[in-house]
């Protein structure tokens, strides 16, 4: 499930794209399928353990381009072991949330990226994230959870105030916003409840399907309940290092 869109991000094959705080690595899978040269990071080993060897599984059945590469990287995103300007293009999709000093995240982002380079920044929405907040403290109120939610114009404010250029955004994922609003209803663990389990399966049929029904539907109202918010930024040509 991509929240990106990678044609607007203006990605290429040859190029260097960081996806930052990758997880489980969806959209670094999807930017090596594109042809680029990828870097997966995040501080967590086992998830980058995983996405390692899907990496190694995407070349053996010959779904990447000749020439693209990819690998992981661990390490902390608040000191990128990177050089100045070194990638093309960053995604940075549901990290910044959870990073309480996400002013000197956004400095090292731009820090890496080069001058030119694109960078799309991705986070739970205000609204559908706030419903979240009211319905239950245990969704966000818990180790390495959400400490803040942002609005439209504070995201954007502080990616400019870093070094960063407004292009345009979306939102994403209307159709999971229910899904979230029912798990802080039932308790947000509780994924064994027979209307979560049911809500969770018709996801995971739309995931795979994309039937068009249902497609439609989303498109419509993503305006309204998309949970992600995706802003496209670029790094000025003549900047220098942001921060």
Known sequence: MLTVDFDRLGLQPGERALDLGCGAGRHAFEMYRRGADVIAFDQDPDELSGVREMFAAMRQAGEVPVGAEADVKEGDALALPFADGEFDRIVAA??????????????????????????????????????????????????????????????????????????????????????????????VNDDDHRLVAAYHRLLVWDIMRRPRLTRWTERALDPVLGKSLVVYLHKPEAAGRAG
């Open 94 to 187: 549901e990290i910044l949330e959870h990073v309480p000093a996400d002013l000197a995240l956004l400095a090292e982002l731009v820090r890496v990226l080069r001058p030119g380079g694109t960078v799309a920044l991705t986070v739970p929405r205000w609204f559908p994230e706030l419903v979240c907040w009211k319905l239950s403290r245990e969704y966000h109120d818990v180790p390495g959870g959400h400490i803040r939610i942002y609005s439209d114009a504070e995201l954007v404010s502080k990616a400019e105030g870093a070094g960063l250029v407004y292009d345009g955004r979306h939102y994403a994922h209307a159709l999971h916003a229910p899904y979230w609003w029912l798990k802080c209803v039932v308790g």
